[in-house]
């Protein structure tokens, strides 16, 4: 009886460490959340006011006519001194109208910066606030269940703070790239270890939503310089990516070659593809093809942006291609190769 109270405990204690865990997530979120609202306090700001815009408008429009009633009352030439006040009048007038037009550019652009900023802050608290009501009810729920449940409440609890731990971690990304902090700690690095490591992290998932995917990997070493960690993040993402969007049945493929100094991973598959009007913004921070909101779970639209700054970080590039909507999608990273590894397989 000892034994089984032992593991009741254990596990509760298990329970409570991942809750511990969620509560620093928690307010991790909660920092980004402030930041974001902070950003829109800012944009808020910025905003050009309609009056006076429309107030320099007006004047413009007032000094027109009367440098038109001017000129139709003028029964004699103007002298010298008549035609310099008439030239600089009108240089006035042109500077004013492009005070005016730069004004209402600004003004368009703010108010534009300052709705995406209400989108991006609603769409990242849903997101964060998403996986808390499972958590919240599997809590209440844990005193009540007989022991041999909290294996699987422990479990649903781990896969929630992943996923918010995984949220959270993409936002801080962004975040740090877009202040220049985003860090890399480089050494020399062989490529088939972390793209075997990717291949196991994402392959259960494959699995279970019933893709098929195929490997293609040349043999042999690939060095490059780079962060293991940061390199792995590059190629779960966008296989990660590549099996929400590709439905059940659908293929995948990981291809590796080299090219003279450079390595080429590609990562296509023949899921939902990207429309022509989203392509050139997909690595955009929060910008998500209208088809593929809500397809197979939800998103911020993030993760594109993130693989980005990190294969750039890396001295390589990252390009997207797509025939169009429900015609797949290929993701194509480069990177660099160590000189003395360039032209080996």
């Given at each position: 009886?000892?034994?089984?109270?032992?593991?009741?405990?254990?596990?509760?204690?298990?329970?409570?460490?991942?809750?511990?865990?969620?509560?620093?997530?928690?307010v991790e979120a909660r920092a980004i959340l402030a930041a974001l609202q902070k950003q829109l306090s800012d944009a808020s700001s910025r905003l050009v006011d309609t009056q006076q815009v429309e107030q320099v408008i007006e004047a413009n429009q007032q000094l027109v006519l009367a440098m038109l009633l001017a000129q139709s009352d003028a029964v004699t030439p103007p002298h010298v001194e008549e035609q310099r006040l008439y030239q600089e009048l009108?240089?006035?007038?042109?500077?004013?109208?492009?005070?005016a037009l730069s004004a209402q550019d600004l003004q368009a652009t703010a108010e534009l910066a300052l709705s995406q900023q209400k989108s991006i802050l609603a769409m990242v608290a849903?997101?964060?606030?998403?996986?808390?009501?499972?958590?919240?009810?599997?809590?209440?729920?844990?005193?009540?269940?007989?022991?041999?449940?909290?294996?699987?409440?422990?479990?649903?609890?781990?896969?929630?703070?992943?996923?918010?731990?995984?949220?959270?971690?993409?936002?801080?990304?962004?975040?740090?790239?877009s202040t220049g902090k985003l860090r890399i700690n480089r050494c020399d690095v062989d490529m088939m270890k972390i793209l075997s490591g990717a291949i196991d992290a994402c392959g259960p998932v494959m699995v279970a939503q019933k893709q098929h995917f195929d490997a293609h990997l040349p043999d042999g070493v690939l060095m490059v310089s780079g962060d293991p960690g940061r390199l792995a993040q590059i190629l779960q993402n966008l296989l990660a990516n590549a099996a929400k969007y590709t439905p059940a049945n659908g293929r995948i493929k990981l291809s590796v070659t080299v090219e003279t100094d450079v390595l080429r991973i590609s990562i296509s598959d023949n899921g939902i593809g990207v429309t022509a009007k989203a392509l050139p913004f997909i690595f955009d921070p929060y910008v998500q093809d209208a088809h593929a909101?809500?397809?197979?779970?939800?998103?911020?639209?993030?993760?594109?942006?993130?693989?980005?700054?990190?294969?750039?970080?890396?001295?390589?590039?990252?390009?997207?291609?797509?025939?169009?909507?429900?015609?797949?999608?290929?993701?194509?990273?480069?990177?660099p190769l160590l000189i003395e590894y360039a032209g080996r397989t």
């Open positions: 009886m000892s034994k089984i109270d032992d593991k009741n405990e254990r596990e509760v204690a298990s329970a409570a460490h991942e809750l511990f865990l969620l509560g620093q997530k928690t009108r240089e006035a007038n042109a500077q004013l109208v492009i005070a849903h997101e964060l606030r998403n996986p808390l009501t499972p958590i919240s009810m599997i809590a209440e729920r844990m005193v009540r269940l007989p022991s041999d449940q909290l294996p699987r409440m422990r479990e649903l609890i781990e896969s929630q703070v992943q996923h918010i731990s995984q949220l959270v971690d993409d936002l801080l990304d962004v975040s740090r790239a909101i809500g397809f197979n779970g939800a998103g911020l639209g993030i993760g594109l942006t993130v693989v980005r700054e990190l294969v750039e970080a890396h001295g390589g590039t990252v390009t997207g291609m797509s025939e169009g909507d429900g015609k797949g999608s290929e993701f194509v990273v480069t990177l």
